[in-house]
C-alpha cells in the first residue's frame, strides 16, 4: 500500500468514526496514529465523555475483534489473561483463553485494579503473549490496547507504574465537546425512535497490517531523527523533572512521528509531525520533582518549554 493511499484510508477510517465519535479531531487523530504505529493508548477524561464508545468505534471500524476489561479491585491476572481448567472428560488441563485475546481490548479505568493485576498486561503489551503456568500463549495478530483512567475519584485507585505508562505509545483526552457537539447529543436523544449513528467497517481487519506497514517505509531525515533525540534529552535536564524520557520514550515519539506523516498521505516526515504528537508522546513518561507537584506543574508545560528551547531543524522533503 502506497502512501497516499494509506493516508486516505486512514481518514475514511476517522470520518467513519467521527460520524459516532463527539469528540475533537486532534484527539482522534491521535488515537489512529497510536494504531498505525503498532501502539497501545491512554486515554484519561472524566466520566462520561465517550472514552468506551471511542474504542468501540475504532474496533468496529477496523473490523477487528473487540473485548472490554472493567477494572476493578477484586480484579485478577487469571480474569484478564485466561486460565487452565480441568477437563473431566479428557482428565486434562485446558486452556480457557482470558479476554485480552482479541485484537482491540479496553482496558477499561485500568488505574482502579491493584498493581498485580495491572502487571498482567505488561507482557501482553510489551510482547503480545501472556504465559500461564508456565505456558506462553501468543495473542491475535493486530493487537492494541486502549486504556482509560479516571482523573477524579482517586480514592481508591492505584497510580500506573512507569513502567506500565512507559507501554502505552501516546497518552490524549476527549476533553468536553463544544456547544455544538453537546446540542448533537441532545438531539440525538431527542428521539428515541431514530437510529443512532452507527459505525460501519472501512477495511477488512486482515489489511490493517499493510497499513501499519506503511509506516516503516516513511524517511525521516538525519536532522530530524537528531531534533526528536534532543527532545527526549532536554527532559532530562529540565530542573523540574526528576526522571526524564527514557530511550524507549524516545523510539516511542519517532514512531508517531512516522505514522503522523502516513495520517498526512506523505512517506517522509517534518517537524510539524514531531511537533503534533511530541506532547502526548513525552508528558506521561514525565516524573516530576516533588517540588514541581507541590507546585501543580504540568508535565505537557514542561514538554511545551522544552519545545521551546530546542532548535526545529531545517528539513528539505
Known amino acids: 500500500m502506497d502512501h497516499d493511499t494509506a493516508g486516505r484510508t ?7 468514526v467521527g460520524s459516532a465519535v463527539i469528540a475533537d479531531d486532534h484527539f482522534l487523530e491521535t488515537v489512529m496514529t497510536g494504531i498505525l504505529a503498532r501502539g497501545h493508548v491512554l486515554l484519561e477524561d472524566v466520566p462520561g465523555t465517550g472514552k468506551t464508545l471511542t474504542a468501540q468505534s475504532f474496533a468496529t471500524a477496523l473490523d477487528l475483534s473487540f473485548k472490554r476489561v472493567q477494572f476493578t479491585p477484586d480484579l485478577l491476572p487469571s480474569d484478564i489473561t485466561g486460565s487452565n481448567v480441568f477437563n473431566e472428560a479428557t482428565g486434562e488441563f485446558d486452556f480457557q ?9 479496553l482496558a477499561d479505568e485500568i488505574n482502579r485494579a491493584p498493581p498485580k493485576t495491572q502487571a498482567a498486561l505488561l507482557e501482553a503489551m510489551g510482547e503480545k503473549q501472556v504465559t500461564v503456568d508456565g505456558v506462553t500463549h501468543d495473542l491475535p495478530e493486530p493487537f492494541f490496547v486502549i486504556a482509560t483512567q ?18 502505552f505509545i501516546v497518552k490524549t483526552t ?13 438531539d440525538r436523544r431527542a428521539d428515541r425512535t431514530a437510529q443512532a449513528p452507527s459505525v460501519t467497517s472501512v477495511i477488512d481487519g486482515e489489511r490493517l497490517p499493510a497499513l501499519q506497514r506503511t ?31 527514557s530511550p524507549r520514550g524516545i523510539q516511542r515519539l519517532f514512531e508517531a512521528t512516522r505514522a503522523a506523516a502516513v495520517l498526512d498521505g506523505r512517506d517522509y516526515a517534518v517537524p510539524d509531525d514531531v511537533k503534533s504528537v511530541v506532547e502526548e508522546a513525552f508528558a506521561h513518561r ?8 507541590v507546585r501543580g506543574v504540568d508535565p505537557a508545560t514542561v514538554v511545551d518549554d522544552v519545545l521551546d528551547r530546542v532548535e526545529v531543524p531545517a528539513v528539505s522533503p
Open 10 to 16: 486512514s481518514r475514511q477510517i476517522l470520518d467513519a
Open 97 to 105: 483463553p482470558g479476554p485480552v485475546f482479541a485484537n482491540v481490548v
Open 150 to 167: 479516571n482523573p477524579v475519584e482517586q480514592e481508591g485507585t492505584f497510580g500506573l507504574p512507569e513502567a506500565q505508562r512507559d507501554r
Open 174 to 186: 476527549m476533553g468536553y465537546p463544544d456547544f455544538g457537539g453537546e446540542r448533537e447529543l441532545i
Open 215 to 245: 509506516v516503516e517505509s516513511v524517511t525521516v531525515d538525519g536532522t530530524l531523527r537528531d531534533y526528536v533525540v534532543e527532545l527526549g534529552r532536554a527532559t532530562r535536564e529540565d530542573d523540574r523533572v526528576d526522571v526524564g524520557v
Open 286 to 293: 514525565l516524573v516530576l520533582t516533588a517540588d514541581a507537584g
